[in-house]
């Protein structure tokens, strides 16, 4: 029986996030207060108490929800995963997870994506939207059918659900389109910007060097990265994967199915919310889905 540790990315956020885990285990508490160390401010005390507001945040959310993640799989009894893989940020909590990445490291590369993409998102407005009841080929062919600007397939979450991302006009007219073609829904997120788009490409560069000047270790375990879909233990291809994830779909269909082909027979969602156990269910229903 193998098991599969998951690792959710934006979105996941809720206000009183982690605080049962900096009450109840110690290990955890450790890595709250050293957060609060690293970042130069009391990430704690908005994840306990913030607002709704506070936690969208982009340089409260991101750090938020991987140190959510990294702190409930140093708590759990048995953290022995056969494999893992994380949604879009979630790579980095997964990476820190499988020992590839030292925590430190993890949170300052988080932080500087962070601000990297809030940087792009100031540099180039853009926007995303969510694609509901159309098969990914032809959410594909009908973003490359737009002229207006960039639009392109950034999560391919589920079966018939896509996030798509770019310029804001593109992006609406992409919906328009897909409407007619027979989409269930196509609406435009309350985001702040065209995340895993080519519009990512600044916070990509700015990224590159910081990642490239840290170091990585053999991960315990495959690490399935989004842009490949496929099992990485090296530590170069582990780098170079996370360099492009931010221009690049996250292809979380496809690396859930790699994994189940692989033998995995239990999913674990680590880190906060239930998203990514949802999605799990509908790409593989056979197979057991909980969280840690």
């Excluded at 991101?62 to 994380?86: C, R, T, W, Y």
């Excluded at 065209?194 to 916070?203: D, I, R, V, Y």
Aim: proline share 4%.
């Amino acid at each position: 029986m193998k098991k599969a540790y998951i690792f959710p990315g934006q979105g996941s956020q809720f206000s009183g996030m982690g605080k049962e885990l900096f009450d109840s285990h110690k290990a955890s508490k450790e890595l709250f207060l050293q957060a609060n160390d690293i970042l130069g401010f009391d990430i704690t005390k908005i994840m306990f108490e913030g607002s709704d507001e506070d936690l969208r945040q982009t340089n409260v959310t991101q750090p938020a929800i991987f140190l959510h993640s990294v702190a409930m799989a140093k708590a759990a009894n048995e953290f022995k995963p056969d494999m893992v893989a994380g949604h879009s940020l979630g790579e980095f909590s997964a990476l820190v997870a499988a020992n590839s990445l030292s925590f430190e490291d993890g949170l300052k590369l988080v932080y500087k994506r962070a601000m990297a993409m809030q940087k792009a998102c100031e540099a180039e407005p853009g926007t995303m939207a969510a694609v509901l009841g159309l098969d990914d080929s032809l959410v594909d062919e009908i973003c490359k059918s737009v002229k207006e600007g960039v639009v392109v397939a950034a999560n391919y979450n589920c079966p018939g659900q896509l996030v798509i991302s770019g310029s804001v006009k593109a992006v609406e007219t992409a919906c328009v389109k897909l409407k007619e073609a027979g989409a269930k829904r196509a609406l435009i997120l309350q985001v702040g910007g065209g995340f895993h788009s080519p519009l990512m490409k600044p916070a990509e560069d700015e990224l590159k060097a910081a990642i490239e000047s840290v170091h990585f270790s053999k991960p315990i375990c495959p690490v399935y990265q989004n842009v490949t879909t496929k099992p990485h233990r090296d530590s170069a291809e582990i780098k170079s994967n996370l360099i492009k994830q931010l221009t690049s779909p996250v292809r979380w269909t496809e690396s859930i199915k790699n994994m189940v082909e692989d033998g995995a027979s239990c999913f674990l969602e680590c880190g906060p919310g239930k998203v990514l156990q949802g999605l799990v269910k509908k790409i593989a229903p056979e197979i057991e889905v909980s969280s840690i």
